[in-house]
């Protein structure tokens, strides 16, 4: 059974930081992408960043590209979203996924149908 735990988060000023982190266990593939997404109320889940198995490659939402960085430690299964000059905007439930792509369909993978294993969600507020 895959067991999912983030952690994390919380409550930021404009232009700080802040990360967030999940751990998976179980998992019986052999390799598997990450990637983080993220909502607010009354809104779909957007995409926000994938990572691949390696860490070789990552993509990101234009709306946060070069502010948040993901990356993993494939010993301890661990990962990682560093959120950097944070927005009031970038206010929301980030969620952290898996699945056994990084790529679909010749494109990264962004849908959260891509992904089968979820986090429970971790809750970042950042305050103008």
């Known amino acids: 059974q895959v067991q999912v735990v983030e952690s994390g988060g919380g409550l930021v000023q404009a232009g700080g930081s802040v990360r967030v982190s999940c751990v998976f266990s179980?998992?019986?593939?052999?390799?598997?992408?990450v990637a983080w997404f993220r909502q607010t109320p009354g809104k779909e889940r957007e995409f926000v960043a994938a990572i691949s198995f390696l860490g070789d490659e990552t993509d990101y939402a234009a709306s946060v590209k070069d502010r948040f960085t993901a990356a993993r430690d494939n010993v301890q299964n661990k990962h990682i979203l560093r959120m950097n000059r944070l927005k009031p905007e970038d206010t929301a439930v980030y969620y952290c996924a898996a699945g056994p792509y990084y790529y679909c369909s010749g494109a990264v993978c962004v849908k959260d149908s891509d992904y089968a294993y979820w986090g429970q969600g971790t809750q970042v507020t950042v305050s103008s």
């Open positions: 179980g998992i019986t593939w052999l390799d598997y992408a």
